[in-house]
């Protein structure tokens, strides 16, 4: 009766040792999705870093327009858009009116569509009075 147990035992420990299907399945999915997390990586670093040299193009068109807007005469009011590539740009200056300190602000707004969906930069400054008697002509 011994022999017949130590028997019974050896083969269970046998099957105890194997891994079952279910087993294997569930380690191939996870593993799968580890896989998969790591590809994504390369690429949204690559999506990201597209987005950042976007956002840096149209920091520089905002400036630039602002730039424009600030050596326009005060007495003047300008509200336009242009198109610079894949970007828009709308730009608005006010006539200056001493009374009221809103009037000195020239806005300045970029938008884009890019990797990142519909994406917008909005500048504002404020605008001298003579800033536009102190440049050369």
Do not use: C
């Not at 019974?8 to 294997?24: D, K, M």
């Not at 399945?25 to 997390?37: K, T, Y």
């Not at 590809?39 to 602002?66: C, E, G, N, Y």
């Not at 709308?90 to 300190?101: A, D, L, M, Q």
């Amino acid at each position: 009766m011994k022999k017949n147990l130590f028997a019974l035992l050896r083969v269970r420990r046998r099957f105890n040792q194997a891994f079952s299907l279910p087993e294997t399945v569930i380690g191939l999915l996870i593993l799968s999705i580890a896989l998969l997390a790591i590809a994504a990586v390369p690429i949204m670093s690559s999506k990201l870093a597209v987005h950042a040299t976007q956002r840096d193009q149209a920091m520089f068109l905002a400036v630039r327009t602002l730039d424009f807007l600030e050596a326009q005469p005060y007495t003047s009011s300008i509200a336009s858009q242009d198109f610079v590539d894949e970007f828009t740009i709308t730009y608005r200056k006010p006539v200056f009116v001493e009374s009221s300190p809103d009037n000195h602000v020239g806005r300045a707004t970029v938008t884009w569509r890019g990797v990142a969906g519909q994406s917008s930069l909005t500048l504002e400054r404020l605008l001298s009075k003579f800033s536009s008697s102190t440049r050369e002509e």
